[in-house]
Each structure stands twice: as C-alpha cells, then as structure tokens.
C-alpha cells in the first residue's frame, strides 16, 4: 500500500538546537496516528516540515505522492490541517470565511461547509473574533474538513478546551477514520488519544522513542513491581529491555518491553527478589515512562539524563 | 443501548465493548433478532476508532453472538441470549477469581475474605432492598 505521508531521516536545527533528530515516520491509508510528547519534542515542527511550512535541514518528506519542500501549496490544498493556533480572518463571518476558503478548493467545499456549520451549531452570521475559543476552533475543523481531504492534521487542536469541544473533535476524527481516511493528531490528552488512535509515535527531545501500533505497545509494555530482600541497589540485569526505573525502599518498579518468559523467570528465581508482580500500564503510564527514562543512543557516549525516575 | 468506555480501566476497549454487548444481551436489554448499530454509528458514539468496534463485533460473531444479515447488518442471533448468560457467570467469575487472588497476595486469612463478602452481599441486599 502507497503511505499517505512518509517522513525519511529529516532533520531540523534552529541554529544549534535540534528540533527533529532523523525522524522516520510513515502513515497507511485509514490510519490514527497519535503524536505525542513533551512541549519542544519536535511534533509541531515535524508536521510543518511535512506540510512544506519548514524545511528539513537533511532527509525527505512526502504527503501524498508529492514532494513536501518543492509542492508544498498542492499538498495544503489536498490535505486538511488545524494548527494549535488557528489564523482566521476575524473580522469575517462563519459563513463568509467558508466562501472565502471555497475559492481555494474544488466544487463541493461550500454545501460540506455549511452542513458542518449546522452540526457544530456554529451562528453562521457571527464575525469570528466574537466567537468563544471553541467555536473559532470548530470553524478551523471545519474548514479543514470541508473538502473531505485524504489526511487531517491536528496540532494540539483541544489544548485548553472544554470536554464537549474536545468530545466533538473526538467524534469528527471517528469519522474521518470511518471513511478509511488517515489522521495524524499532535496531542497532550492521553486519554482521548487511547481511545481514537490505532498508532502511538512518542517523541522526546527531537528524537523519536517509538512508533508502534497501539495494541503492539501495550501488548508488549509490562511494569514490573519487585520487592527486594534489602534496600541494597538493585542492578536490572535486562537494560535495553527496561524503559524506565523507580527505586523506592525495598521496591522497584521497572517499565518493561518485550521481557522473554525466560527472562521473567530470571528476575523472579534472582536471589535480590522477594516477591514480584506484573501488570499492564496504561497508555499514560507507558508514556510518563517514556518521558522519564534514560535517552539511549547508540552513537553516544554517556547517557543524558540519569536513568532514575524521581518518583 | 447505552455503554461505558474507560480507556484506563486495564481491559482493552474492544473486550469493554464485547462484554457490555453480551451482558446486555444477557438482561433481556438487547433480543435476538435485533439489529446493532454499524461500526461507524457505534464508533461515531463511543468516539472510539472504528477498528477497535469492527474488532468488538468480530469477536462477538465468532462467539456466536452476532451474525450478518445479507445487506442489512449484524444481528443478535436465535441463541445469543443463553451464550451471554453463561458468558457472564465466566467473565464474573474470572474477575472475582482475581479479586480474591489480590487479597490472598496481600496477607489476608480465607476467613477474613469470606466475611467481607458476606458483609458486602448484606449491605448490597439491603440497599436494593431501600430503593423503590
């Protein structure tokens, strides 16, 4: 199957900070993708690259078939995006931004606008700058949507909106997916997340820490509880399957993945184990452990932060 | 019929789905013969990822549960009823099994176990028995 949009080894300074480390992403048609991490972890930068608003410094990104850098207004015109801070010309009504957008995009856009004006309960004859924030973010969705694009991109579209915005953001997305239409979302609402997306990608300082289908990562993410018989210092003898740490007393509790069985019977017969429990973290415990452990990279020398989570 | 999705509960949203679906069916609240809503309204409503509902419905026409109609859909099938009420008392079980496991693992004697389930049993008896 032809990806949707696919994003090979791109990466992006500002000066001498770096925004997106080699990032390689890539979307199947009817796909949630969920993009999540921390504030500065390069997600708005990535989608802006995508959508040709930025250039990568090195690597290759493509939506559609076309080329971000060099076809960037065809991709804008076949794709729909809501940024976190939508630009709307406010002095325009609901209505008249729909006309006004309608220019830019094939016939059909104007009647799919106005029956999700209607849906939204948006007052077509409002000005925008009137509107309350969850209203000029309907209309953004909405404009977005209205030529039924083959990919929707959110950024953080909900940040700082009330439950039954965010419930419809939530409902529209549905479905765009139901129609085997692919969305990218950039989110900090991990539990919403859990519910639409099928695909996590968990980004952290630049670089990207995993990309997987969500039923994989929870299928293969386990937190194990060990009770110690001293509060000696517990050495995980698995590092590169370990996550994450929390020493706390004679417990430590480790966020795991892919642990073999034999592995598991290792740290329940290890003489340091006293008792040992396991369970499935949710898709918020999975991701707080990703955002504290340790930053491993093969071609660098000491690690970055210490591998201990401050509980 | 109506649903309660936790996507933090530890049980997959699909299983949430099958189960609440079958013990509905179990209560008489959903009778062979019905339609269920398609995997887009069911989605839609849930605002979950109609995958995870497509997933929900295979499983449940696997469990024979659910059965396709030509052109129309999914349906409740003749004997889904008996099916879910014996479900239920397996899936009731097996989570009881694991409360009581949990209280094994945390010291307490089988005596004291089976007190609290009685006074637990009493005081939902009798809270039933208060509402009108």
Redesign the interface.
């Known amino acids: 199957m032809k990806p949707v949009f696919s994003i090979r080894n791109v990466t992006k300074k500002f000066g001498k900070q770096i925004a997106v480390d080699d990032l390689s992403l890539e979307a199947t048609p009817g796909q949630v993708i969920a993009l999540l991490g921390d504030n500065g972890a390069g997600k708005s930068t990535s989608i802006k690259i995508l959508l040709g608003l930025l250039r990568a410094d090195s690597g290759d990104a493509e939506v559609l078939g076309m080329d971000s850098r060099r076809q960037s207004q065809e991709i804008r015109r076949r794709i729909g995006y809501v940024p976190d801070k939508p630009a709307l010309y406010d002095w325009m009504t609901v209505t008249e931004i729909g006309w006004f957008a309608s220019g830019f995009y094939p016939y059909g856009y104007m009647e799919n606008y106005a029956e999700m004006v209607r849906e939204f309960k948006l007052p077509e004859t409002q000005k925008i700058k009137n509107l309350s924030r969850g209203m000029q973010a309907k209309v953004s969705l909405a404009l977005a949507m209205a030529h039924k694009p083959e990919l929707l991109i959110l950024d953080e579209p909900t940040s700082g909106l009330d439950a039954v915005v965010r419930r419809e953001f939530l409902e529209s997305m549905v479905d765009v997916a139901a129609e085997g239409r692919t969305v990218l979302l950039a989110s900090h609402q991990i539990h919403e997340v859990e519910r639409v997306a099928d695909t996590v990608a968990i980004m952290r300082q630049s670089e990207l820490l995993t990309f997987d289908r969500l039923e994989v990562l929870k299928n293969e993410v386990r937190e194990l509880v060990i009770t110690h018989s001293s509060e000696e210092t517990f050495e995980f003898p698995f590092p590169e399957k370990r996550i994450a740490t929390r020493h706390d007393g004679r417990q430590s509790v480790h966020l795991v993945r892919d642990l073999t069985p034999s592995q598991m019977a290792t740290l329940e017969n290890h003489e340091q184990t006293v008792h040992l429990e396991q369970r499935t973290p949710s898709l918020e415990e999975i991701f707080v452990g990703y955002m504290s452990g340790e930053i491993r990279k093969e071609n660098e020398k000491a690690p970055a932060t210490e591998p201990e989570i401050s509980a | 019929m109506h649903f309660l999705?936790d996507?933090?509960n530890?049980i997959?949203?699909y299983d949430q789905i099958a189960r609440q679906m079958k013990f509905a069916v179990a209560r008489g609240v959903l009778r062979s013969g019905e339609l269920v809503p398609s995997?887009?309204e069911l989605?839609?409503q849930?605002?979950?990822?109609?995958?995870?509902v497509a997933r929900a419905y295979r499983d449940l026409q696997n469990d024979g549960v659910l059965n396709t109609v030509r052109g129309t859909g999914l349906e409740i099938t003749a004997d889904a009823k008996s099916l879910c009420q014996s479900d239920r008392e397996s899936l009731i079980r097996e989570r009881l099994a694991s409360v009581l496991h949990e209280a094994r693992q945390s010291g307490l004697s089988a005596t004291a176990i089976k007190q609290y389930v009685n006074d637990l049993l009493q005081q939902l008896s009798q809270s039933e028995g208060d509402s009108p």
């Open positions: 999705i996507a933090h530890g997959a949203i995997v887009r989605s839609k849930l605002a979950v990822n109609p995958n995870t």
